[in-house]
């Protein structure tokens, strides 16, 4: 025994040695040799417990402070290391009961009053949570760290002023912290005060100049405030910082891409994917840049790898760019869900007055000349007005341009919403008494879908904007007809499907033409042959439809390719494909870019538009029908594959709608040969668009109104939303 006892102190000792000097893994041997001599050493247990705390081991740092706090139940500090331990063995319930021991054994210990509230974050019981700090900052007034977790709190719950509130007493209490002005920067953020957001991240890069997260994020803030050579530089900054983090020149290469920098963007994007080849959301950003700049590089493979890993839930990203590679809803769907905000507790809605108007919220970020003003304003001006009340929340820039203008007039109330939260927008939403909210933006560029994770009305529909699902459990139905969405594709999309009658897409009886007459040669086209044209954006021509292209115009005699590509990098591209599949590049003529006026009239000397796949032409196809100029299209599963066969449905041109490459090819040659069969379906255009319903908007506007009556009385008798 009284070996034992020697020997136990002399493990204990050189043990104690060697952690104090630095060696933690060599002292834990000579302490589990102690401990099998006296297993209920609490010291020892205590020593250990530091030892593998010290090597981030902290499941087994759990069990040894346990087992010392079940040995000595009367020591407190025990008890603490024990829930610090399990705090950072990411079990914060057992952590909270740790924590509340150690708070009956020291009733006035600051520091456990404070992690008991940080764990009952954790647990979700932010109320409890609150009375935490609040405890502990009665007891210890001066700790900023209390200040800054009750301040996180008091954001999680929307109660964001009384947030700022402690981050500032926090600032005072430690004017060097560069974390209080950082998560102060992000609830100004929130509250879409981006001044002060950008001045709070430039207040924590004085204090902490070489943190690359700190100008990565005053460059996202300065981006959304426009300032886009700073925001550039200041992502530049952190990419020099931190120059393994592939996030920070994909951040940059989104920006460049903005800019139309498309070269700048593909460059960073692949220094990007350099950095980190298993990061498939910069490669999914890398192949969507490429693809504005008809660059196809390992295209098969990207594409491939990216449906890989969506399908098996390893990428996050945003389902938009993948409407023009893939035709699978299922993938689009996966994605859509990948990126939906969380979704906090509902919102209670009062009953509504049966007696009053319908009150209409559409909510955008297009009210300007933009396609989705082009395609509305004359449905938003037919609304019938004693039975709709129509609102406009417009998170998006005033360009004071007249389509702007005309937006303004056309909506009973027009509220410019760009310097509010998601929340905040919502709330205002549900203050107005709003009935219907429409989402025109889906997951399309400057979108805010976090405002109807909020709830800004008991009925939330997707339109117009996105052609897809949006996998929110919060949109509750998308607008669409049965050729964009035939009813058994219905469970492709979270949302219940609202059918239109007609055509989904909304198009004005008349748009302002040019009386200007274009000659082929002032275009760059040839006196004779047929004319194939395109007009799509370049990111949605994919190599199989180009090869498909190519074939055409081999087999149709003096016939030339008219597309457009405003990029001089994707025109060089598409010559360089057109030599490789044979064709001399200079039979693809390239459009400038011209007023929308005059490049309706342009519009006429085409004989045929061919479409693309997966992502067919939307507002493209209307107005190059409305031109006179047939467009043949092959249609998939996706929503975005079958826009253009719903126009040509409404306007009665089946036989342009094909569903296999081979046939496309062959009814494109078809055509492209055969003059009387060309001019039949120019002839059988120009004779029913006077009177299609696909032009009328007053039309659409009743079957939307039918839609929305319908969804408020399915809600009011329970069996809607």
């Given at each position: ?40 050493s ?31 139940p ?30 009956a ?17 954790q ?29 996180m ?31 102060r ?85 692949i ?77 209670p ?47 998006g ?48 560029q ?49 949302e ?5 009658p ?58 030339v ?14 010559r ?43 507002t ?102």
């Open positions: 025994m009284h070996r034992n006892a020697a020997g136990f102190a002399r493990n204990v000792e050189q043990g104690l040695a060697l952690h104090q000097a630095g060696k933690p893994d060599e002292a834990l041997k000579l302490y589990r040799r102690a401990l099998a001599l006296n297993p209920r609490v010291e020892v247990l205590h020593l250990q417990g530091l030892a593998l705390a010290q090597l981030e081991r902290f499941g087994e740092a759990a069990v040894s402070f346990g087992d010392g706090a079940k040995y000595a009367a020591r407190a500090d025990l008890a603490f290391l024990h829930g610090v331990a399990l705090m950072r063995a990411l079990h914060p319930a057992e952590a909270a009961s740790a924590f509340e021991r150690a708070r054994l020291n009733p006035h210990d600051a520091e456990v009053r404070l992690n008991l509230g940080m764990a009952r974050i647990t979700g019981e932010i109320a409890a949570a609150l009375d935490g700090f609040g405890e502990a900052i009665l007891l210890q007034p001066n700790n900023p760290e209390a200040y800054i977790q009750r301040a709190a008091l954001g999680g719950l929307g109660r964001f002023d009384e947030a700022l509130a402690d981050y500032a007493i926090a600032g005072r209490l430690d004017p060097m912290s560069a974390d209080v002005h950082k998560d920067a992000q609830v100004l953020e929130t509250l879409g005060r981006l001044e002060e957001a950008a001045d709070s991240y430039r207040q924590a890069i004085r204090r902490a100049p070489r943190i690359a997260e700190l100008h990565n994020n005053l460059a996202n803030i300065l981006r959304k405030l426009g300032h886009a050579a700073e925001a550039l530089n200041s992502y530049g900054v952190a990419a020099r910082l931190d120059p393994q983090r592939p996030v920070y020149r994909t951040n940059m290469a989104s920006l460049l891409h903005e800019l139309g920098d498309f070269d700048g963007a593909v460059r960073c994007g220094d990007a994917v350099v950095l980190d080849s298993e990061d498939g959301s910069a490669l999914a950003q890398l192949r969507f840049h490429r693809a504005d700049i008809c660059d196809w590089t390992d295209y098969a493979a990207d594409v491939e790898r990216l449906a890989r890993l969506i399908a098996d839930g390893r990428l996050a990203t945003n389902p938009f760019p993948l409407l023009a590679c893939l035709d699978d809803p299922a993938i689009h769907r996966r994605a859509a869900t990948s990126m939906v905000p969380t979704a906090p507790p509902p919102h809605f009062a009953p509504r007055d049966a007696r009053a108007r319908v009150r209409i919220g559409y909510f955008s970020s297009d009210f300007h000349n933009h396609a989705t003003m082009h395609l509305l304003a004359e449905v938003l001006e037919a609304h019938d007005r004693e039975r709709f009340e129509i609102v406009a929340f417009s998170f820039p005033d360009k004071s341009d007249d389509w702007r203008a005309r937006a303004v007039a056309a909506f009973d109330r027009f509220i410019d919403v760009r310097s509010l939260s998601d929340a905040g927008i919502a709330a205002m939403a549900r203050e107005i008494g709003i009935d219907i909210a429409v989402d025109l933006k889906g997951f399309t400057n979108h805010r879908m976090g405002i109807f994770a909020h709830r800004a009305a008991p009925v939330q529909v997707s339109y117009l904007g996105y052609p897809g699902t949006t996998g929110a459990p919060f949109i509750d139905h998308v607008i669409a007809d049965r050729t964009v969405i035939p009813e058994a594709h219905q469970d492709d999309y979270s219940k499907v609202a059918y239109l007609g055509c989904y897409q909304p198009n004005p009886r008349c748009r302002d033409v040019s009386d200007r007459v274009f000659m082929r040669a002032e275009v760059g086209l040839p006196a004779e042959g047929f004319v194939f044209c395109c007009f799509n954006q370049a990111y949605k021509i994919t190599p199989d439809v180009f090869g498909a292209w190519m074939r055409v115009l081999q087999h149709v005699e003096g016939s390719l008219w597309l457009w590509a405003d990029h001089q990098t994707a025109r060089a591209n598409l360089k494909e057109a030599v490789v599949r044979g064709i001399d590049p200079a039979r693809l003529v390239f459009a400038e870019r011209l007023p929308v006026e005059e490049h309706l009239s342009r519009l006429r000397l085409g004989d045929l538009f061919l479409d693309t796949f997966p992502c067919a032409a939307h493209t196809a209307s107005d190059s029908l409305r031109a006179g100029l047939p467009i043949l299209t092959m249609t998939g599963r996706s929503f975005a594959s079958r826009v253009a066969a719903s126009l040509l449905t409404s306007i009665g041109l089946p036989e342009l709608i094909v569903t296999s490459l081979p046939e496309y090819e062959q009814r494109a040659v078809r055509i492209g040969r055969d003059g009387t069969y060309t001019a039949q379906l120019q002839r059988t255009l120009h004779e029913r668009l006077p009177t299609a319903a696909l032009f009328d908007s007053s039309q659409l506007a009743r079957g939307l109104e039918t839609i929305f009556t319908s969804l408020l009385d399915n809600l009011d008798t329970g069996s809607g939303s």
